[in-house]
Nanobody, 118 residues
Framework: QVQLVESGGGLVQPGGSLRLSCVASGSIFRVYNMGWYRQAPGKERELVAAITSGGITNYADSVKGRFTISRDNAKNTVYLQMNSLKFEDTAVYYC????????????WGQGTQVTVDS
């Protein structure tokens, strides 16, 4: 089993920046595709950004050009750099790990709150 621990959330003003971190343990990190999801009050959880085990990234249209996902396999860590934050970015952000070619290995962190407010 993989355990995921997120950190880096907090309160930030519009236009500000935050960097979220997710540390994984319990398996070989490099064989997992990683992603950041978010869930705002009253809304469904949505994919924000993802990075494959091979380093291929994709982003939700709403965050393209503002957010950057990256991973450091040596540290078993995935990051989400969030710039130019907007009110609508307010949500709980969750880290996700999916084992390549193994559908049953799908893990979630507990989430970290990001609040964008003046």
């Amino acid at each position: 089993q993989v355990q995921l621990v997120e950190s880096g959330g907090g309160l930030v003003q519009p236009g500000g920046s935050l960097r979220l971190s997710c540390v994984a343990s319990g398996s070989i990190f490099r064989v997992y595709n990683m992603g950041w999801y978010r869930q705002a009050p009253g809304k469904e959880r949505e994919l924000v950004a993802a990075i494959t085990s091979g380093g291929i990234t994709n982003y939700a249209d709403s965050v393209k050009g503002r957010f950057t996902i990256s991973r450091d396999n040596a540290k078993n860590t995935v990051y989400l750099q969030m710039n130019s934050l907007k009110f609508e970015d307010t949500a709980v952000y969750y880290c996700n790990a999916k084992r390549v070619l193994v559908l049953s290995e799908d893990y979630w962190g507990q989430g970290t709150q990001v609040t964008v407010d003046s």
